[in-house]
């Protein structure tokens, strides 16, 4: 009920206003996603023998980088325009790129720390369900980086191409991030299926915890999506913002539009 | 534009339109399920002896039934307002509800054959994380069954009750079906593992075969999930079919609100 009164207060162009319960759901998002964090680190440190990058503890650095980067910092990226809904757009769109770029960067770490691995070790690259998801989530982020950078801070994209190219950015983000959760619970399962073997089906304590770590990633994903596509909770469209702040775009060529 | 021209004409009220691009996306899915399940039988058929009930075949009628159910059909169910979006709103959702009954019935065979083997075999049963996301899949599926037919089919929910709850199973249906694709996912992997082993990594033809299964399963999951999404292809509310249509219930509580 308060959440459809808030509605329509914004929807009136009214003074700042969050829904009721939007920092609830927020603050149990973030509750999932460092728990999530802390979990691989406890995973890797009591039953990985922890994190080295010249040794065969190199390997260990690739679940825990792409749980930080892929799954977290992506997860909350998604979340900046719902979190700080009401601060200026641009600042809001600049935070957005920049822990795209963070998480972009983390991920590297750990293509690179498995790769690296690989090849120390003679094993066979690119062979497994996990490793095309993983390059084909790690291209399609690129690429959505890219492309939104070009369309939403590069002074050049006109309004109304912005206007046809958002709802895409946002489906393809939203779908992304999803991909690398599936990926994050394909790349646990095949650590949990190369290590435990027989002993998994036992309940060894790993593989209790492993499988409570996959439940944590598949919740966090559903924490995040519930907060992105709730309705009531999209940021609101502010027309006096558009006519004062400029995105680093020319007056001639007018400024974004609306919410995102 | 095309699109936009339509829905224009629909918020006019005009007569019945099918946005225009739409068929070939719905086309497309279909395209990608079907060859989901085709695929399924020939991984079944070519490299693990085919499907039989009473004997060590049994558990092949795992993956298939829940391909067929808890994916293709599943898919399908939430398609159901989108594809057949300008006839009786009632037809409609009994189609859906009857999709979704289909699909329960087809991964319950799925899960009795799994259990059934583990149970001939002496296998210990729900140790592994697509054990636990499988049965959290199978429980919220039904859930979400039970409380979508008790207020949208039973009579009963007033108006004002569905239009709260609507957005809720909306999202909860999404959930499931893409908690369902991530499901099937680890299962394959799990298939592929116990049964390659050191082989996946020399790229035998059986590994090829199912990665591409695979990616199928999530260009699937993505199809069906646009599909959904797009705010433009979202069935039109009716407000004719509202005061003529009853939905099983009573003159006095009104009628199911708008589009779903």
């Known amino acids: 009920m308060s959440s459809e009164l808030v509605c329509l207060s914004m929807e009136g162009g009214a003074a700042a206003t969050t829904p009721a319960a939007l920092p609830y759901y927020v603050a149990f998002s973030q509750l ?34 792409m749980v930080i980067g892929l799954i977290f910092l992506q997860g909350n ?16 769109k600049v935070l957005h790129g ?42 399609l982020y690129f690429v959505q980086w890219l492309v939104g950078f070009s369309f939403f ?3 050049g994209a006109s309004f109304s191409l912005r206007s046809r190219y958002r709802p895409q950015h946002i489906f393809f983000g939203a779908t ?17 299926l190369f290590n435990l073997g027989g002993k998994y089906s036992a309940f060894e304590p790993e593989g209790v915890l492993a499988n409570v770590l996959g439940l944590l990633l598949a919740c966090f994903g559903g924490a995040v999506l ?26 001639t060529e007018g400024d974004s539009p609306g919410s995102q």
């Open 32 to 65: 999932l996603g460092l728990t999530l964090v802390a979990m691989t680190g406890a995973w890797l440190g009591l039953y990985r023998g922890g994190i080295a990058w010249e040794s065969d503890l190199q390997f260990n650095a690739h679940p825990l980088c």
């Open 77 to 92: 990226a998604l979340l900046v325009y719902r979190v700080f809904r009401n601060e200026a757009k641009r600042t809001t």
């Open 98 to 139: 920049l822990l795209h770029i963070f998480a972009l960067v983390i991920a590297l770490v750990g293509l690179v720390a498995v790769f690296d691995y690989h090849r120390k070790k003679g094993y066979a690259d690119l062979y497994s369900l996990h490793s095309w998801c993983g390059i084909l989530v790690f291209v």
């Open 153 to 155: 801070l590069f002074p």
């Open 176 to 192: 992304i991030f999803l991909l690398s959760v599936g990926t994050a619970l394909l790349g646990l399962k095949e650590a949990l």
């Open 226 to 251: 519930y907060i992105l596509t709730r309705a009531d909770w999209k940021r609101p469209s502010q027309a006096e913002e558009q006519a004062l702040s400029m995105d680093f775009k020319t007056l």
